[in-house]
């Protein structure tokens, strides 16, 4: 076989999320899959290709999705041992029939009609966040808003007490450090050290709500277990809470972060949400489409496949680059221009497809939306601050601003 490795794997940075889409355009002509042995992945690029994969989901397993990229040295191995840090796949790199065991009961608590009850709530949290800030005309809004909003949304229908937010904040940026990121053995140690507790965090919360269930999706699932383990375990209930504690603001936190970047540097979009409120439902898919904060997701090669005429053997790894599937051409004529009224625009993949489709995606939806309703209404003069250059953090899979500076002619939020 020949050496796989080309121009375009040389020229590519899976950890340089600072601005991929031009080589992106060019992979997707010239070299639509092609091997990284920086992370020994294969990369696919291409719309139609990464669809198929996420679909046949006996051949492209998600069992590598939350695999470190730098594996565990031997120290961390028995950090971890000794600190009792037993989660196990339960969602994310799950496999049937485990995986769809669990997901039917997840599913239930988040459908869109659930959701909904939530929104009440949802904007006055919203309403008090910009209070908090508004009459300073202007903020770093990733700090004053967006970092920890929604996480405290999340907690508020997990039922978890909104005095953890900064600790679960840096816990799930942690483990995305120690698991997405390249940290050398020291920071590994050090990362390990601040996984423990959160673990033994969510362990302690599990038991609290067995002892004093309340209404809340925690309690809920603790519910549908019915002192069952053949249902689910305590230990899968954990390893589930655990998980919905980073993927469930992480992301959101990073996709209102990029929207926001987005609306404001093209400011004719954002005036147009101000005058046309009823726009921001689509505005918020095509802000999914046009920079998915999960920028790439992973996939496990089963059995040897062929991908685009390459051959990959079986037990290889693939990184596929959801920000370029929902920038191919094919699919999306113009891409790199932001039109709210694309009619496929919630063909995006952004929330993933198939079986692991985002399970939250109707809570990240709607926050997003009651965000974008509140900002256009209570700030419409929001703009940019000149002269900053946006940052983003070394890690493959998630892509949002570390901060973004916004000013704003000062207004009044009534009730
Ligand atoms: C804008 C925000 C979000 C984005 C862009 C996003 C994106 C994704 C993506 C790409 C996947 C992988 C899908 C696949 O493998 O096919 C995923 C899965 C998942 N997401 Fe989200 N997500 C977001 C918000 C949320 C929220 C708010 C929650 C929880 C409340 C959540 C919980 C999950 C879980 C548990 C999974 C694993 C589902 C499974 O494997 O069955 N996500 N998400």
Redesign the pocket.
């Given at each position: 076989m020949s050496c796989p490795l080309t121009a375009v794997s040389a020229a590519f940075d899976p950890l340089d999320l600072q601005n991929p889409f031009p080589l992106l355009q060019q992979v997707r002509a010239e070299e639509p899959v092609f091997y990284n042995d920086d992370i020994d992945y294969w990369v696919v690029t291409r719309y139609d290709d990464i669809k198929a994969i996420?679909h046949d989901h006996d051949t492209f397993t998600?069992a590598n999705?939350i695999t470190p990229i730098v594996p565990f040295s031997d120290d961390v191995k028995t950090m971890l041992q000794a600190g009792n840090y037993t989660p196990v796949p339960v969602?994310?790199?799950?496999v049937p029939p485990g995986?769809t065991r669990i997901?039917k009961l997840?599913n239930r608590l988040?459908l869109p009609r659930r959701m909904r009850d939530f929104a009440p709530a949802i904007r006055q949290l919203a309403r008090r966040r910009l209070a908090s800030f508004i009459q300073q005309g202007e903020t770093d809004i990733v700090a004053a808003l967006t970092y920890e909003f929604?996480a405290l949304v999340?907690f508020h229908?997990l039922g978890v007490p909104d005095e953890a937010v900064a600790r679960v904040k840096a816990w799930a940026g942690n483990r995305i450090e120690l698991y997405y990121g390249r940290p050398t053995p020291a920071e590994q140690v050090e990362r390990t050290q601040n996984l423990v507790p959160f673990w033994h965090y969510v362990v302690a919360l599990v038991q609290r709500k067995l002892a004093n269930p309340a209404d809340d999706l925690t309690s809920d699932l603790i519910r549908m277990r019915n002192g069952d383990d053949a249902v689910l375990t305590i230990n899968e209930i954990a390893s589930?809470m655990i998980?919905?504690l980073v993927?469930?603001?992480e992301?959101?936190t990073?996709?209102m972060g990029n929207s926001l970047l987005h609306l404001l540097q093209n400011r004719a979009k954002w005036e147009q949400l101000c005058a046309t409120p009823n726009l921001i439902p689509q505005a918020v898919e095509e802000m999914?489409r046009y920079d998915?904060?999960?920028c790439t997701?992973r996939r496990f090669v089963a059995r040897p496949t062929v991908i685009n005429g390459v051959d990959i053997p079986a037990g290889a790894n693939l990184l596929l680059m959801?920000n370029s599937a929902n920038r191919d051409e094919t699919i999306f004529p113009q891409p790199d221009e932001i039109v709210f009224d694309r009619p496929n625009v919630k063909d995006h993949?952004?929330?993933?497809?198939?079986?692991?489709?985002?399970?939250?995606?109707p809570?990240?939806r709607l926050?997003?939306e009651v965000l974008l309703e509140e900002m256009t209404r209570h700030l419409p003069s929001l703009r940019l601050l000149p002269g900053q250059q946006v940052k983003y953090t070394r890690n493959i899979s998630f892509r949002g601003p570390v901060s973004l500076r916004l000013a704003w002619d000062e207004r009044e939020i009534g009730d």
């Amino acid at each position: 076989m020949s050496c796989p490795l080309t121009a375009v794997s040389a020229a590519f940075d899976p950890l340089d999320l600072q601005n991929p889409f031009p080589l992106l355009q060019q992979v997707r002509a010239e070299e639509p899959v092609f091997y990284n042995d920086d992370i020994d992945y294969w990369v696919v690029t291409r719309y139609d290709d990464i669809k198929a994969i996420f679909h046949d989901h006996d051949t492209f397993t998600a069992a590598n999705t939350i695999t470190p990229i730098v594996p565990f040295s031997d120290d961390v191995k028995t950090m971890l041992q000794a600190g009792n840090y037993t989660p196990v796949p339960v969602l994310s790199n799950n496999v049937p029939p485990g995986h769809t065991r669990i997901r039917k009961l997840v599913n239930r608590l988040f459908l869109p009609r659930r959701m909904r009850d939530f929104a009440p709530a949802i904007r006055q949290l919203a309403r008090r966040r910009l209070a908090s800030f508004i009459q300073q005309g202007e903020t770093d809004i990733v700090a004053a808003l967006t970092y920890e909003f929604p996480a405290l949304v999340l907690f508020h229908v997990l039922g978890v007490p909104d005095e953890a937010v900064a600790r679960v904040k840096a816990w799930a940026g942690n483990r995305i450090e120690l698991y997405y990121g390249r940290p050398t053995p020291a920071e590994q140690v050090e990362r390990t050290q601040n996984l423990v507790p959160f673990w033994h965090y969510v362990v302690a919360l599990v038991q609290r709500k067995l002892a004093n269930p309340a209404d809340d999706l925690t309690s809920d699932l603790i519910r549908m277990r019915n002192g069952d383990d053949a249902v689910l375990t305590i230990n899968e209930i954990a390893s589930c809470m655990i998980t919905l504690l980073v993927a469930g603001h992480e992301t959101t936190t990073s996709q209102m972060g990029n929207s926001l970047l987005h609306l404001l540097q093209n400011r004719a979009k954002w005036e147009q949400l101000c005058a046309t409120p009823n726009l921001i439902p689509q505005a918020v898919e095509e802000m999914l489409r046009y920079d998915p904060s999960v920028c790439t997701w992973r996939r496990f090669v089963a059995r040897p496949t062929v991908i685009n005429g390459v051959d990959i053997p079986a037990g290889a790894n693939l990184l596929l680059m959801l920000n370029s599937a929902n920038r191919d051409e094919t699919i999306f004529p113009q891409p790199d221009e932001i039109v709210f009224d694309r009619p496929n625009v919630k063909d995006h993949l952004a929330f993933g497809y198939g079986i692991h489709y985002c399970v939250g995606s109707p809570l990240a939806r709607l926050e997003m939306e009651v965000l974008l309703e509140e900002m256009t209404r209570h700030l419409p003069s929001l703009r940019l601050l000149p002269g900053q250059q946006v940052k983003y953090t070394r890690n493959i899979s998630f892509r949002g601003p570390v901060s973004l500076r916004l000013a704003w002619d000062e207004r009044e939020i009534g009730d």
